[in-house]
């Protein structure tokens, strides 16, 4: 069980980024999707109804929990989603195939040992607005608020 609190606040990614960053990490239906601090579930329910995609969110926070399974249940998406209450640096996301985080920079660097230890060569990873210092990404894009609804930089790692 989880006793501390998330050391960043919720900050809600607009729909229009989310079917951005979907396409940018190329997901597809065979993916099994990792949002690391999923928030209310949007992207996640975002990749279900649009690809079908199965997805796993992992959150600290029991609030955002309770949303993002309500959201999971009124989008009709709760047989390819779920949340799990976990701790991101003590969590087990093997399986995935695309794993998203927007997270800070501290944070992405303390999850990166993780990352190269749990996922198989071939992972798509993806961060919004923050790199992971002297990991050189794959590739990046730098959005507008015209494309994206909000400025945003998606960064995008792919396992080796």
């Known amino acids: 069980m989880l006793s501390k609190k998330p050391d960043i ?3 809600p990614t607009p729909l229009k980024l989310v079917d951005i960053l979907l396409d940018f990490a190329a997901v597809e239906k065979e993916d099994i999707f990792y949002d690391l601090g999923s928030g209310d579930g ?3 329910i975002q990749a279900a109804q649009k690809f079908g995609t199965r997805g796993v969110g992992i959150e600290c926070d029991r609030d ?18 779920e949340f799990r209450h976990e701790d991101l640096f003590s969590c087990n996301f093997k399986e995935a195939s695309v794993v998203f985080l927007y997270l800070l920079p501290h944070l992405n660097l303390q999850l990166r040992p993780q990352l190269w230890q749990q996922l198989k060569p071939g992972t798509r990873v993806i961060s919004r607005d923050f790199d992971m ?4 990404c ?3 894009i730098t959005l507008d608020t015209i494309e994206a609804e909000e400025e945003a930089t998606l960064y995008y790692w792919c396992i080796k």
């Open 64 to 81: 955002r929990i309770s949303e993002a399974s309500s959201n999971v249940e009124i989008a009709g998406v709760e047989n390819l989603v």
């Open 138 to 140: 794959d590739r990046a």
């Open 9 to 11: 606040g919720y900050i």
């Open 42 to 44: 949007r992207i996640l």
């Open 133 to 136: 210092e002297d990991w050189q």
